[in-house]
């Protein structure tokens, strides 16, 4: 069964999320597009309803402080820092607290290229001395830009170049690991795990050809449903690319948050376990289809600035949005109230955040991780 219970300083990378028609000159990778569906169009969605936004009182963003800055490079020279994730249990062979992360890039020494990496790292933020160490080093994982883990510490990816996802435990098992299938999607760049009962849920979003699919797993057998069509993307390059990502799960309300970059756009999916084939369409005014209902543009434009990833507060449900355009995080309620906004790299260089999670229970003990590009390293928030 698949699921059990330094520095991007160069000049090769050139990527600048300042605006979004940004001329892109370093060297990127595309998925192989036989069963893209690209729909190229331009953004013409009605963002009247989404004025600039009000900071409202009740958040807390503004109350945490940033500590460490461990490096997340591979012992291989492979960087820039994209997917992330936390066990929340010591099972598996994995303790609580343990970070994931996966590089995008592979080394200086080859060229720096985005989408090339081929390394997840392990890194132990309670040890003495936090240290990167290669979890898996493996082609198969080219382009990991996505992590997700669940209650076994089952630990699933998003690779943009190889178009693969994978459900990897220790030991490695090759021959039980591999969830993409032969069409589908085209470019992973965003995922979530849930479990509803005793089905499995793994949600997966297509970079390049803008759907939104659930791959299903019980006792009766596996599906796979692209449940959303028509989510905007710019088709860009990797270092570029803007589309649905950052996948995060409220797993308390059952309520799937995500972003789509290229129109600036925080969303909302409630019990998207109950949606079937084809029950979401985006539109330029929010959602079309029969569960129309179930999917809510909760905030577009204002200071969401081409974001990449989505994080969930675990004591308040509040959800963190990053901005690769600006570096700031932000804080947003379930309804779309703004409660403020964090600035995690003062660099002044853009295009630094693309992974954040966090780990705890209470505003006191919470610690939220995100992964700084320009400087290939691990940080975290936290009270303290």
Known sequence: MLWSACGRASARRLISYAVLGAVVASAGVSPVAANARVRLRPVTLDTSRFPRQVEVPGGTIGSFHIHGGWSSMDSNGDQNPYGIAVAQVTVSGVSAGTVFVCNFNNSSSLNNIQSLGTTIEEINPYASSPRAVTYIRD?????????????????????????????????????????SPSTGWTGPWGIAYDQIGSTNYLYVGGGYDGGLWRYSLSSSGATYTEICTNFYTNHGVPGTLLGPSGFSYDTVHDILYMVEGYSNSLIRIVHPWKIPAGGLIRTPYGFGGTYASYATVLSQGGYINAPISTTVLPYDGHVLVENTGDNYVMEFGSDGSYYGRYLLDTSGTPGALFGITTYGTTLSNTRIYYNDDNTNALYYLSQS
Do not use: K
Request: aromatic content about 10%; some cysteine; proline content about 2%.
């Open 139 to 179: 082609e198969r994982i080219t382009g990991c830009n996505a992590l997700a883990i669940n209650s076994g510490n089952r630990l699933f990816t998003a690779s943009y170049a190889s178009n693969l996802v994978y459900g990897l435990r220790q030991p490695i098992d090759w021959s039980n690991s591999e969830i």
